[in-house]
């Protein structure tokens, strides 16, 4: 028995006067849209008789057969599929958010970072030292060449470049500045040396506090203690001797009798060469205010 498609389905004046098929979908709008699939009543027939589906005809020219999408609709809605054009954006704009609450550490940041914090080994623990804060103070410390023969370094601290105790933070300033001394000695240093204390023009608010050189001295690696060769103090005053006198007690009689004084730069020419040593202005003016003096 032959069945004839629903009327009008393969018609051509039917194919003709139905709408155009959108061909973007509106993205813009402020209702989402639906489109429903809604498959036709088709009778088939398995002869090859006229008007079947199977027939010469239609098998001849299958690109005749035309379905209006319009008119099909989807057997169940919960199968439907339903778009729109804010999920995405949404979804796209809290990943946008998160993205940028997680800001970039830079290689400059990181040369940054490094230079702000320096990481050194004192005693077998890691410390870590404040460059910030100890930068205006770096100049207390300074290699003076050598002396002798090989490599003897002289290691110049001139204590007029010590902070002030006035400040809020010195304690902070003075045990940064203290890692930042131990360190730098220990890279100056490969064989013997000698340490030239620039005494001279530091008023007693820059003075370093008793235990404060105790704690250098405590410190200081065996090695630097054995190398040690003199400690030369240039202008003492009454102050730093009785520091001196003081410490006795905690220091070996090695390291006391390691110590001199000298009065002038000139008496300390004498004894070790000046040409690659730095002396601060300050010093060199209270070394010609001493020097006019009867």
């Not at 054009?85 to 970072?113: C, F, L, M, V, W």
């Not at 690696?221 to 905690?250: C, E, G, Q, Y």
Request: with cysteine; proline share 6%; hydrophobic share 35%.
């Amino acid at each position: 028995m032959d069945i004839p498609f629903e009327e009008g389905m393969l018609s051509p004046s039917a194919a003709d006067m139905r709408p155009e098929p959108p061909n973007s979908l509106d993205l813009n709008g402020s209702h989402p849209q639906r489109i429903k699939l809604t498959a036709p009543n088709i009778n088939l027939s398995l002869d090859q008789s006229e008007g079947s589906v199977l027939s010469d005809d239609n098998l001849d020219s299958p690109d005749e057969i035309d379905i209006n999408v319009d008119e099909l609709d989807t057997p169940d809605e919960a199968d439907s599929f339903e778009y729109t054009g804010h999920e995405d954006h949404t979804a796209n704009k809290d990943s946008g958010q998160e993205s940028e609450s997680i800001p970039e550490y830079t290689a400059e940041e990181e040369r940054e970072d490094n230079r702000l914090w320096r990481t050194v080994v004192i005693g077998e623990q890691e410390q870590r030292i404040d460059m910030k804060v100890i930068e205006p103070y770096r100049r207390v410390i300074s290699h003076g060449g050598y002396y002798g023969d090989g490599l003897n370094a002289i290691i110049v601290f001139a204590a007029c470049f010590l902070p002030d105790s006035s400040r809020a933070d010195y304690h902070y300033v003075m045990e940064n500045l203290f890692l930042y001394v131990i360190s730098t000695l220990e890279l100056m240093v490969a064989e013997d040396y000698m340490i030239v204390y620039l005494n001279g023009a530091t008023p007693r608010r820059r003075m370093p506090g008793l235990g404060w050189m105790k704690k250098c001295y405590q410190m200081i690696d065996r090695r630097l203690r054995k190398n040690l060769k003199s400690f030369i103090i240039v202008h003492p005053s009454w102050f730093i001797r009785t520091i001196l006198a003081i410490t006795r007690p905690f220091i070996s009689s090695k390291f006391s009798s390691k110590i001199k004084y000298v009065s002038s730069l000139s008496e300390l020419s004498g004894l070790i060469p000046m040409d690659c040593i730095h002396i601060p202005e300050s010093i060199i003016n209270i070394n010609l205010k001493l020097k006019e003096k009867p």
